[in-house]
């Protein structure tokens, strides 16, 4: 029976004793790595979650007030979420400032406050906020350039050429906002006629030789005549898609025939047969592919010269640097949906 149980002293005792030890620590160390494990992955969840979500109005009015970040860390933040389109919470930054009596930055302040009331649509808070910085600074060029840029946006074409009374005697030049302004608040003008609206647009353009886009929208908008007696072919390129949108029976085959790009441009489209090929490969595919039955038309892009920031439609002030008449429209090969689409409806008939 005594074979059964180990003695005190028996060295075998020692050995299970000593297994047992490490096993007991082996398995401590296990439990306590996988508690430390979880409880850190709790503790990065909590520290992340804070960021997860965007702190209150309550909650910045607190942080602000502390003091406990600086001005310019406060800015960069601001700018951040006004970068990433969250312009009310970088709204609510810039007004606590603003609260702040200790800020050194205020003109900036709001300044900033501004332009980012104007980003976000709110023109009218964003014209109070610019005409507030120009009665205490009246000689601040960039709140008087957005100040003109709200009253453009709010329609106001007169108070935005009266912003450039006080730009032009600050030496900044306002040529093009001058020629753009006088043409829209012309083109919006409900009490002249047409006629009169022509003429003028037109000596607006013999004096600046600006705007020609605008100007030849308009024009062979609502006059294809005098657009054609009016016509730059030096021109002729930057109007390309006017031009492939042109119904068939307002096109001038004088001029036409005597300008290269427009006798390949409407070569490619199909309307006359005066140009076999084109240095340009889109026009000269779509020469190429007129007796096969493959549908396919232009497609036309915008991009502006001074940002190179591309647009689906055309603009005539950039949304992005608010620079004037920059526009140049490229143009792509792409299916011709709309004929596929009117040869559908015919063989309905
Ligand atoms: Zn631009």
């Known amino acids: 029976m005594d074979t059964f149980f180990i003695e005190f002293r028996d060295p075998l005792f020692s050995i299970i004793v000593f297994f047992a030890i490490i096993f007991a620590i082996t398995f401590f160390s296990y439990w306590w790595g996988r508690y430390k494990r979880k409880e850190d992955s709790r503790h990065l969840d909590r520290f992340l979650k804070q960021f997860r979500s965007l702190p209150s109005k309550e909650e910045l009015k607190t942080l602000i007030g502390s003091g406990e970040l600086s001005e310019k860390s406060w800015l960069l933040l601001a700018n951040s979420y006004s970068k990433n389109g969250d312009y009310e919470k970088s ?63 709010m329609r106001d074409y007169k108070a935005a050429l009266d912003v450039l ?12 906002d001058k020629a753009y302004l006088e043409s829209l608040a012309l083109l919006n003008n409900s009490t002249l006629s047409q ?18 886009y605008l100007v030849f929208e308009y024009l062979f908008r609502v006059d294809p005549k005098l657009a054609w007696e009016n016509f730059d072919n030096s021109k002729s390129e930057l109007l390309t898609d006017i031009l492939w949108g042109l119904n068939p029976s307002h096109l001038d085959l004088d001029i036409i025939s005597k300008n290269s790009h427009l006798k390949e441009l409407y070569s490619a489209r199909g309307d006359i047969d005066e140009a076999s090929g084109s240095s340009i490969f889109e026009f000269d595919l779509l020469i190429g592919l007129k007796q096969s039955s493959v549908n396919a038309t232009l497609n036309f892009e915008y991009i502006c010269d001074s940002c190179k920031q591309t647009y689906p439609f055309v603009f005539h002030r950039c949304s992005s640097c608010h620079a004037i008449d920059t526009a140049r429209v490229e143009w792509s090969i792409a299916r011709d949906y709309h004929k596929n689409f009117s040869e559908e409806k015919n063989s309905f008939q």
């Open 195 to 212: 006629d009169e609206k022509t003429t003028k647009i037109l000596e607006i353009y013999s004096q600046t030789h600006q705007l020609t």
């Open 91 to 153: 709204i609510d930054i810039y007004n606590e400032m603003l609260r702040v009596s200790s800020n050194s930055n205020k003109k900036e302040t709001m300044f900033l406050l501004g332009k980012t009331y104007f980003k976000a649509g709110f023109l009218e808070r964003a014209k109070q906020i610019f005409l507030e910085i120009l009665k205490n600074a009246p000689r601040t060029p960039q709140a008087l350039h957005y100040l003109l840029l709200v009253y453009e946006y």
């Open 165 to 176: 009374e006080p730009l032009d005697e600050l030496n900044e030049d306002i040529t093009n």
